[in-house]
C-alpha cells in the first residue's frame, strides 16, 4: 500500500468508498468525539486523525433537536395538497352558489356542487399518488454523506446529521450543512451558486463551509456548525426549493385567463342578479334559480383540476420508469425545448472506461511507467473514471511512498502527485490532457491525433521538474507515455440523438474532453455535424459572437465548467430553450443555468441536486418518454382549456344579453351541468390524459383564446337567437321550459360541434367519445324521467326543428370561422 505524507498516513480512505452506512444508534466502540462550535478543536484517535461524535454524543443531539430537518425538495405535504385543491377563488364562490340552490331548489339544480365535490377529490387523491411516487423516488436520489463517527466512515441520510458531525468531502460531494474545515487535502470548493464568484475557493482547516457549495477538487473533511433551517443555503432556498407548480407557461396563463374571467363575471354576474330579481317580477326562488344557472357556468371550473391532474400522472408515468421530477413544470419545459446540451462523458458514453494500450515514448521504460501509473491512481483518494481505470489496469507498487499530491481539476485538465521511490529518488508526474500539457507541435500530440481520431481518450503521463504547488508546473514537463482508454458508449445514445434530431431539437455535445475524440464518438452514434468539433479553447468570449459559432456547430470539445455556462447563457440569448443534460460536478453550474437541467442518477451529489429531471436508471433512453409527457401535457391541456373557456365566453355573453334585452335568463342550473357534463367534463378528462405527440407551441393564452371567443360567441348568438323565437313562438304557463328546452338544444349541438373539432385527429376511441356523449343527450330527451329530473322536454316539431337547423348553421360558422382564425392567426 502506498503511504502517503500530506494525506492519510495509514492509507485509509477519506471518501469512505465501501464503507458500510452506519446508523446513529449503532453500539461502536467509544472514541472521543468531535468538540460542537467554539469549543476547543476536536479530538484525534491513535494515528491522529479526527474521530467525530461517539454514538452517546449522536444521540444527545438527536434528543436536544439538533438535527438536519430540511424538508425533502420533492415533495409538498398531504396538507398543502389538500388546502391548494380545496381552499381556491371558484371553489369559494361556487360554494356559496351551491348552498343558496340547496336551500332553495330541487337537488338536481344542486349537482354542480357535487361535480365539484368529485373533482376536488381527484385532483387530491391524483396529486397524492404524484406525491408517494415523489417521495419514493427520492429517497433513492438522495444525497449520502459520508460522516465520521465513533472513528468509523458510512454513509448516512443527510437528514440524519447532527450538530457536531465530522463530515468527509471528496470531488462532486454537496455541503449539505454549514461547518468548519478540519483536514484539507487540496481541498477547492465552489461557491458560485451562493456568492457569484466564479473561481473555486482553496479551504484550509479552519475555513468556513457554507451549505449548497460543492467540492470541485481535492477532499477532506469538516465539522457541522449548522443544521437545518439556520444553515445557509436552507435560509436561502427552503421555500425556493420545495415542490412547486410555478415557472410554468401552462400556469401562468391559466392564471392570466382566470383573472380575466374573473373581472368579467363579477360585473356580468351583478348585473344578471338585479335583472332576475329585481326587474323580473317572477316567483323568487326560480329566480334565484335562473341567476346562479348563469354565473355558475361562467367560471372554468375543472381547467385547474384537469391540469393538476395531467401533471400528476405524467409524474406516476415517469416514476415507472425510474425519472425523479424534482420540479413539476419541467415535464412541460422540456418539451418546449429547442436545443438539448449533452455531455459526453456519463451521457453518451457509460461511467467506466478501460486501459486499452500503453505508448512509452521516447525510449521509456515500460516496467518503470507502468509503477509510475499504479503509484499515481493510489495517490488519489476519490479517483475519477479515467483514473479507476488506470489503478484496475495498474497495481500499486507498495515501495513507493506519495509525498505530495495534485487532485484532478476539470479547469487544469491534470492531477498530479510526488513520490518517494523505494529506491530513494524523488519524482514529481502529471497526469492529463496532452494538448494541455504539451506545447503546439510536439510529435506526441500527432500521434494522440490519430488516437483521438478513432474516438479513443487519450491522457498523457509527463515528469516534471518543478513542485506541485509552483503554478507553471506543466511548464518544461517531459512526455513520457500516453495512456490510451476506451469509453464505453451508452446503447441506447444513437437512436436517443435520431429522436431528437426528428424532433427539430438541436443536440450539441459539450465536452472538456479533446475536441477530436468528441467528434468521433458523436460520429459513432450519428449526430449531425460530428466532423466539424470546434476546440473551445478557440471559442470567441464575446455572447453573440460565441452563440453564431454555437448555432453553426454541434460538438465542442475542451470546454471548461464556466465555458459550458457561457455557452448555455450565449444559446438562451438568442430565444433558444436550453436543455442541459450531465453527470459530474463540471456540469453543475451550466445545470443550474439551463432552462431544464437533467442528471444521471449515478451523478455526483452536487449536479443530482441542482437538476430538476434525474434519471435514476441512468438510462439517457428515459429523456424521449420526458418530452412525450410533456408534450401530451401542454397538447391536451390547450384542447381542453379551449372547450372550457368556450363555456365561459358563451356564458359571460348570454348573461350580458339577457341584461339588455331584459328577458328570464334561458336555463336552470340542472341544463347547463348537463351540458357541462356531456360537452366538456367527461370529454376533456379523456382528452387530457390521451397520447399526444404534437409539437409544444408557445403562446399558450393565444392560442387557446384564438378558438374560443370565436366558438363561445358564435355559440351564445344561435342559442339566443333560438332561445327569442321560441319566445314569441310558445304561449301558456309551461312556455318558459318549453323555451328552456329549445335553447339547450341548440347549445348542446353547437358545443357538441366544438367539441368534434377538438378531438381532431380522429381515432377511433375519439369518435366513440363524440358519439357516446351524444347518445347520452339523446336518453335524457327521450326517457321521461330524465326528462321531469332535467325539466327538458321538446314540445311540437317545428321549433325543435327550427333549433336544429339554427345549430347546423351556427356549426358550419364555427368551422369556418376556426379555419380562418388558423390561416389569419397562426399560432
Given at each position: 500500500m502506498t503511504q502517503r505524507a500530506k494525506t492519510d498516513t495509514d492509507g485509509h480512505d477519506p471518501s469512505g468508498r465501501g464503507g458500510p452506512p452506519i446508523d446513529a444508534g449503532a453500539e461502536?466502540?467509544?472514541?472521543?468525539?468531535?468538540?460542537?462550535?467554539?469549543?476547543?478543536?476536536?479530538?484525534?484517535?491513535?494515528?491522529?486523525?479526527?474521530?467525530?461524535?461517539?454514538?452517546?454524543?449522536?444521540?444527545?443531539?438527536?434528543?436536544?433537536?439538533?438535527?438536519?430537518?430540511?424538508?425533502?425538495?420533492?415533495?409538498?405535504?398531504?396538507?398543502?395538497?389538500?388546502?391548494?385543491?380545496?381552499?381556491?377563488?371558484?371553489n369559494a364562490i361556487i360554494g356559496v352558489l351551491?348552498?343558496?340552490?340547496?336551500?332553495?331548489?330541487?337537488?338536481?339544480?344542486?349537482?354542480?356542487?357535487?361535480?365539484?365535490?368529485?373533482?376536488?377529490?381527484?385532483?387530491i387523491i391524483q396529486e397524492l399518488r404524484a406525491k408517494k411516487t415523489l417521495d419514493g423516488l427520492a429517497v433513492i436520489g438522495e444525497a449520502k454523506p459520508t460522516v465520521r463517527r465513533d472513528g468509523r466512515a458510512g454513509e448516512i441520510s443527510t437528514s440524519e446529521i447532527v450538530l457536531g458531525d465530522l463530515i468527509e468531502m471528496g470531488p462532486g460531494d454537496k455541503v449539505v450543512v454549514d461547518g468548519e474545515v478540519v483536514e484539507a487535502d487540496s481541498l477547492e470548493v465552489d461557491e458560485s451558486l451562493l456568492t457569484g464568484e466564479a473561481d473555486p475557493v482553496l479551504k484550509k482547516p479552519g475555513d468556513k463551509m457554507m451549505s449548497g457549495s460543492f467540492v470541485v477538487a481535492g477532499g477532506g473533511a469538516f465539522t457541522a456548525t449548522k443544521v437545518g433551517r439556520e444553515a445557509y443555503a436552507a435560509q436561502l432556498a427552503e421555500e425556493a426549493s420545495r415542490f412547486t407548480l410555478v415557472h410554468s407557461e401552462l400556469r401562468t396563463g391559466i392564471s392570466t385567463i382566470l383573472k380575466y374571467v374573473t373581472w368579467m363575471m363579477v360585473p356580468t354576474a351583478i348585473g344578471l342578479v338585479i335583472s332576475q330579481l329585481v326587474v323580473k317580477d317572477n316567483n323568487i326562488?326560480?329566480?334565484?334559480?335562473?341567476?346562479?344557472?348563469?354565473?355558475?357556468?361562467?367560471?372554468?371550473?375543472?381547467?385547474?383540476?384537469?391540469?393538476?391532474?395531467?401533471?400528476?400522472?405524467?409524474?406516476?408515468?415517469?416514476?415507472?420508469?425510474?425519472?425523479?421530477?424534482?420540479?413539476?413544470?419541467?415535464?412541460?419545459?422540456?418539451?418546449?425545448?429547442?436545443?438539448?446540451?449533452?455531455?459526453?462523458?456519463?451521457?453518451?458514453?457509460?461511467g467506466g472506461m478501460d486501459v486499452t494500450e500503453l505508448r512509452p515514448l521516447d525510449g521509456a521504460d515500460e516496467g518503470y511507467v507502468r509503477k509510475v501509473l499504479g503509484a499515481l491512481g493510489e495517490?488519489?483518494?476519490?479517483?475519477?473514471?479515467?483514473?479507476?481505470?488506470?489503478?484496475?489496469?495498474?497495481?500499486?507498487?507498495?515501495?513507493?511512498?506519495?509525498?505530495?499530491?495534485?487532485?484532478?481539476?476539470?479547469?487544469?485538465?491534470?492531477?498530479?502527485?510526488?513520490?518517494?521511490?523505494?529506491?530513494g529518488e524523488n519524482s514529481t508526474w502529471l497526469l492529463g490532457a496532452p494538448d494541455v500539457l504539451l506545447p503546439a507541435g510536439h510529435p506526441a500530440?500527432?500521434?494522440?491525433?490519430?488516437l483521438n481520431e478513432q474516438g479513443l481518450r487519450v491522457l498523457l503521463l509527463a515528469r516534471t521538474p518543478r513542485e506541485l504547488d509552483d503554478a507553471r508546473v506543466a511548464e518544461d514537463a517531459e512526455a513520457t507515455a500516453?495512456?490510451?482508454?476506451?469509453?464505453?458508449?451508452?446503447?441506447?445514445?444513437?437512436?436517443?440523438?435520431?429522436y431528437f434530431a426528428d424532433q427539430g431539437v438541436a443536440a450539441k455535445v459539450i465536452s472538456g474532453d479533446n475536441a477530436v475524440s468528441v467528434g468521433a464518438v458523436a460520429g459513432k452514434l450519428g449526430l449531425p455535424g460530428a466532423e466539424n468539433t470546434v476546440d473551445a479553447r478557440q471559442l470567441p468570449t464575446g455572447q453573440e459572437e460565441m452563440a453564431k459559432v454555437l448555432d453553426d456547430n454541434a460538438v465542442f470539445g475542451r470546454v471548461t465548467p464556466q465555458q459550458k455556462r457561457d455557452m448555455v447563457a450565449a444559446l438562451q440569448s438568442r430565444g433558444h430553450t436550453v436543455?442541459?443534460?450531465?453527470?459530474?460536478?463540471?456540469?453543475?453550474?451550466?445545470?443550474?443555468?439551463?432552462?431544464?437541467?437533467?442528471?444521471?442518477?449515478s451523478g455526483s451529489e452536487a449536479t443530482r441536486a441542482v437538476a430538476q429531471i434525474v434519471l435514476l436508471n441512468n438510462s439517457f433512453a428515459t429523456l424521449p418518454s420526458v418530452v412525450g409527457e410533456g408534450r401530451r401535457v401542454i397538447g391536451n391541456i390547450t384542447r381542453v382549456a379551449t372547450l372550457f373557456l368556450t363555456k365561459t365566453v358563451y356564458s359571460v355573453l348570454l348573461a350580458v344579453l339577457v341584461v339588455i334585452c331584459q328577458v328570464e335568463y334561458p336555463?336552470?342550473?340542472?341544463?347547463?351541468?348537463?351540458?357541462?357534463?356531456?360537452?366538456?367534463?367527461?370529454?376533456?378528462?379523456?382528452?387530457?390524459?390521451?397520447?399526444?405527440?404534437?409539437?409544444?407551441?408557445?403562446?399558450?393564452?393565444?392560442?387557446?383564446?384564438?378558438?374560443?371567443?370565436?366558438?363561445?360567441?358564435?355559440?351564445?348568438?344561435?342559442?339566443?337567437?333560438?332561445?327569442?323565437?321560441?319566445?314569441?313562438?310558445?304561449?301558456?304557463?309551461?312556455?318558459?321550459?318549453?323555451?328552456?328546452?329549445?335553447?339547450?338544444?341548440?347549445?348542446?349541438?353547437?358545443?357538441?360541434?366544438?367539441?368534434?373539432?377538438?378531438?381532431?385527429?380522429?381515432t377511433w376511441w375519439r369518435i366513440a367519445l363524440v358519439a357516446a356523449m351524444g347518445a347520452a343527450f339523446l336518453l335524457v330527451l327521450a326517457v321521461p324521467w330524465l326528462q321531469h329530473f332535467f325539466a327538458l322536454k321538446l314540445v311540437g316539431a317545428t321549433m325543435p326543428w327550427a333549433a336544429v337547423g339554427i345549430a347546423v348553421a351556427a356549426a358550419a360558422l364555427v368551422e369556418v370561422s376556426w379555419r380562418w382564425v388558423d390561416r389569419r392567426f397562426p399560432a
Open positions: 461502536l466502540d467509544p472514541v472521543h468525539p468531535v468538540a460542537p462550535p467554539g469549543a476547543p478543536a476536536p479530538a484525534a484517535g491513535a494515528d491522529g486523525r479526527a474521530t467525530g461524535l461517539s454514538t452517546a454524543e449522536v444521540a444527545e443531539r438527536v434528543a436536544r433537536g439538533e438535527v438536519n430537518d430540511v424538508p425533502l425538495r420533492s415533495s409538498r405535504s398531504t396538507a398543502d395538497i389538500v388546502r391548494a385543491n380545496v381552499f381556491t377563488r371558484f351551491w348552498l343558496i340552490m340547496l336551500f332553495v331548489a330541487p337537488i338536481q339544480d344542486s349537482l354542480f356542487g357535487f361535480v365539484i365535490i368529485a373533482n376536488t377529490g381527484i385532483g326562488k326560480d329566480s334565484i334559480a335562473r341567476t346562479v344557472g348563469g354565473i355558475v357556468p361562467m367560471i372554468p371550473e375543472g381547467l385547474v383540476l384537469l391540469t393538476s391532474v395531467a401533471f400528476a400522472i405524467g409524474v406516476i408515468r415517469l416514476g415507472r420508469k425510474q425519472c425523479l421530477v424534482q420540479e413539476l413544470p419541467a415535464i412541460e419545459g422540456l418539451a418546449r425545448v429547442d436545443v438539448v446540451c449533452l455531455d459526453k462523458t456519463g451521457t453518451l458514453t457509460e495517490s488519489d483518494p476519490r479517483p475519477n473514471a479515467s483514473l479507476k481505470a488506470i489503478i484496475d489496469a495498474y497495481p500499486d507498487s507498495e515501495d513507493w511512498r506519495c509525498t505530495e499530491s495534485l487532485p484532478f481539476s476539470s479547469a487544469r485538465k491534470y492531477s498530479g502527485a510526488a513520490f518517494s521511490e523505494g529506491d500530440l500527432a500521434e494522440t491525433e490519430q500516453l495512456v490510451v482508454l476506451e469509453q464505453r458508449l451508452r446503447p441506447d445514445a444513437a437512436d436517443t440523438l435520431a436543455a442541459m443534460t450531465g453527470d459530474g460536478v463540471n456540469d453543475v453550474l451550466a445545470l443550474k443555468d439551463a432552462d431544464i437541467g437533467v442528471s444521471m442518477g336555463f336552470l342550473p340542472r341544463h347547463l351541468t348537463l351540458l357541462s357534463t356531456l360537452t366538456i367534463g367527461v370529454p376533456a378528462f379523456f382528452l387530457a390524459l390521451a397520447p399526444n405527440k404534437e409539437r409544444a407551441k408557445p403562446n399558450f393564452v393565444r392560442r387557446v383564446m384564438r378558438y374560443a371567443v370565436p366558438g363561445g360567441v358564435i355559440a351564445a348568438a344561435a342559442t339566443f337567437v333560438t332561445y327569442l323565437i321560441a319566445r314569441s313562438y310558445y304561449t301558456g304557463p309551461d312556455a318558459l321550459q318549453a323555451e328552456t328546452s329549445a335553447a339547450t338544444l341548440t347549445l348542446f349541438l353547437v358545443s357538441m360541434w366544438v367539441l368534434a373539432i377538438i378531438a381532431r385527429p380522429y
